[in-house]
């Protein structure tokens, strides 16, 4: 049964990122952003391209893609399972104990707000441009092998793998709630550290994309720290924790 609810979101999540790459600007229903995609840094602009097939550089991405199909069958591989799904609930969920505290709309409305209203920012606006110029295959087509979830398999099949938009947003979301609540900054830059490596477990991207989703994630939290909406709501989830913290 839960695996049946996760094939659901699943589902809805690889819809909504694959519908992104077709919109002029934001490509959800939701209205979680706060920039727009020419505010945010040009990802084609700014990254190197994905390696190429002879390359020393996918060699090393042959070997982690190896290396995370060896973990599929343990803890981490379940970890990976659970780290693909993006909806705002779950995202909450899968940094709430990292953070020390849970964050849900009920009891921290205002760090839930921060996060879920720049997640897209991250994980649609900063990979699109070089998600559509270079339309990388993701490792599972590439090696004609199965995931960890066939359901996604045929969505995402044709959405470009280069950057990882799920590390960008991970890795946005890390910095941002470090930033709320610096006394644990080890275990929150870990928990988005490790949702960018279950998306290399899981065979949906390379090593190299999931780096590469960092790198425009961080460009991502800078432009953002210059957007009034979003210093106002940091404002006040600093101040929500800061209340909790008490």
Not at 34 to 51: C, G, H, R
Not at 155 to 180: C, D, Q, R, Y
Request: net charge positive.
């Amino acid at each position: 049964m839960k695996l049946r609810r996760f094939s659901v979101v699943l589902l809805l999540s690889a819809a909504i990122c694959a519908s992104a790459q077709n919109n002029k600007d934001h490509g959800t229903d939701i209205p979680n952003y706060y920039l727009t995609i020419d505010e945010v840094a040009d990802s084609y602009k700014l990254l190197p391209p994905p390696p190429t097939e002879n390359s020393a550089h996918f060699a090393y991405d042959k070997e982690q893609y190896e290396r995370g199909k060896a973990l599929r069958n343990t803890p981490r591989g379940e970890r990976a399972i659970k780290d693909a799904l993006w909806g705002n609930d779950y995202l909450a969920e899968d940094f709430s104990e990292a953070f020390g505290t849970e964050i849900s709309l009920e009891k921290t409305p205002e760090i839930f707000t921060l996060i879920v209203h720049m997640k897209e920012d991250a994980g649609d606006l900063s990979t699109r441009h070089a998600k559509k110029h270079y339309m990388r295959k993701r490792p599972f087509a590439y090696f004609n092998e199965p995931t960890q979830l066939p359901e996604e398999e045929k969505i995402l099949a044709n959405n470009g793998s280069f950057p990882s938009g799920h590390t960008a947003m991970g890795w946005a979301v890390a910095l941002v709630l470090a930033e709320v609540n610096p006394d644990r900054q080890d275990e929150i830059l870990k928990r988005g550290y490790d949702m960018g490596q279950s998306r290399v477990i899981s065979g949906f991207h390379y090593q190299s994309d999931v780096d590469a989703g960092r790198i425009v994630a961080a460009g991502v939290v800078a432009r953002l720290h210059t957007n009034k909406a979003f210093c106002k709501q940091l404002k006040k989830a600093k101040k929500e924790f800061k209340k909790l913290s008490k």
